[in-house]
């Protein structure tokens, strides 16, 4: 998700948990997820609050698998939607940052090129829930 530092937030049962907390409504992020949240609960994390991208999670359990060598393990991943380009049939590879807000601007190879909004709004389609927004790269 993470863009160029914006603030985010995690949600659970009705509280509202922050890196910054303020004293009177948010708690802190680094709470143990394991205190807060029970086994297949649901909670929410949005991720900047001026274009926000908002992921709804579920605590699933624990693992038993050790990590070594790794800080971050991938344990899950979705498949990759694809997506059409909007002027023509060939699937997107890119998509217009300007665009997006009015639910379009997804293009092929070609149609980048031709694109009116110029290369510098172009930004390449990755397989995150943020694609698009910002300044988004993967
Ligand atoms: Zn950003
Ligand atoms: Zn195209
Ligand atoms: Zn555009």
Known sequence: MECCGH????????ERYCREPDDYYDKDM?????????TGAYF???????????LTLR???????????????????????????????KIAVQVCSECIYDGGGWLCEECAEE????????????NSPRVGICAYMG
């Open 7 to 14: 603030l985010s937030a995690f949600n659970i049962l009705g």
């Open 30 to 38: 680094r709470a143990s997820l394991t205190r807060v949240v029970d």
């Open 59 to 89: 605590r699933v359990g624990k693992t038993k698998k050790r990590f070594l060598d790794e800080k971050i393990a991938v344990l899950a991943r979705n498949d990759e939607p694809k997506y059409q380009c909007d002027y023509c049939d």
């Open 44 to 54: 929410t994390y949005e991720y900047d609050f001026g274009n926000t991208t908002e």
């Open 115 to 126: 694109h009116e909004c110029g290369e510098d709004m172009l930004l390449p389609v990755v």
